[in-house]
DNA sequence: CGATTGACGTACG
DNA sequence: TCGTACGCCAATC
């Protein structure tokens, strides 16, 4: 499904691409899976610009509808994020209640339930 | 308009 | 193997 490129075309807007394409990668994450910064960068064309990802999913809160921003972590595994939700916990809580483990502030089992962008987009 | 920062990633020691 | 340094690109100061 190229549905990154409809994306793209109806977020052509100047304000809203980056982000909004962000933010419609993540909402497409499944349930009970996760995925890196890198891998949206990339998704997007800008594997350079993975901080971009991670500066977009600080105003992710402000997106509507909701963006499960806690399906994104860095590319070990780690919620690095954590802190930016409500509570330091809420991330983690949010990733378990998909059925993600998180132990030590990292996916268990980051590599099995890893889900590419690109797999979708691609 | 230049400098600083950042929910990253890769390179290097 | 772990810690530090740097690059990337957009937003904020």
């Not at 793209?8 to 394409?21: L, V």
């Not at 419609?24 to 971009?52: D, E, H, Q, W």
């Not at 402000?62 to 802190?83: I, W």
């Amino acid at each position: 499904m190229k549905m990154l490129d409809t994306i793209r075309k109806s977020g052509n807007k100047k304000n809203a691409d980056f982000f909004e394409q962000v933010y419609n990668i993540v909402r497409l994450i499944p349930r009970g899976r996760v995925t890196s910064y890198g891998a949206i960068a990339k998704a997007l064309g800008s594997a350079k610009s993975s901080r971009m990802v991670g500066y977009a999913m600080n105003a992710s809160h402000l997106a509507q509808p909701h963006v499960p921003a806690q399906r994104v972590v860095n590319r070990k595994g780690m919620l690095t994020g954590k802190h930016h939700f409500g509570s330091p916990d809420a991330m983690q809580k949010l990733l378990e209640a998909d059925g993600v483990k998180v132990k030590d502030d990292c996916v268990v089992d980051f590599e099995k339930l890893f889900w590419d962008p690109m797999k979708e987009i691609g």
